[in-house]
């Protein structure tokens, strides 16, 4: 009976060390796939809409890319994000101006159009799928170079797949 027990304890842990953990950019994008069902912008609730898509990209961030995202202001994070390595110039840039949009939707009472909220959602959306590690654990593809306000920039491409 003793045998039985310790053997059954045994396989329970080495099951649950076994089982793969969900990796960060699969929670996150579920997150966002579920929080756009909820059609929070179209039933006027912006701000709730803006904070918990801050704070799906905050968690990803801090999960996905061990970069400690929910203890900080916004400033103290992007502050951080530029002497870190791991995303390009252009990804801070588009996370930067994310961020800044949604706490002005959390803390100046910004009113967003819908449009703009679509456009929110594929940014961070955008910024899950480009950062997320590849097989390799490397950072997938970075996003474009280019200047955020020139047609060829982040912003402008993320227009164009909200439109699509």
Not at 21 to 28: D, E, G, N, S
Not at 56 to 63: A, D
Not at 140 to 146: E, K, R, V, Y
């Amino acid at each position: 009976l003793l045998g039985a027990a310790s053997f059954y304890l045994l396989n329970r842990f080495r099951r649950t060390a076994d089982t793969p953990l969900r990796p960060a950019h699969a929670i996150a994008l579920e997150a966002l796939t579920y929080l756009r069902a909820q059609h929070l912008p179209q039933a006027g609730q912006v701000e709730a809409y803006y904070v918990a898509l801050s704070g799906i990209v905050r968690m990803y961030l801090e999960n996905g890319l061990q970069l400690r995202a929910p203890e900080m202001t916004t400033e103290e994070f992007l502050s951080a994000v530029t002497r870190d390595t791991r995303l390009t110039s252009a990804q801070q840039r588009l996370l930067g101006k994310f961020l800044s949009q949604a706490d002005l939707v959390k803390f100046a009472r910004h009113l967003p159009s819908l449009d703009d909220s679509d456009m929110a959602y594929t940014a961070a959306k955008r910024f899950i799928d480009e950062t997320r590690p590849s097989e390799s654990g490397v950072v997938s593809g970075p996003l474009s170079d280019a200047p955020a306000g020139s047609p060829a920039g982040p912003l402008a491409m993320e227009a164009h797949d909200a439109a699509a």
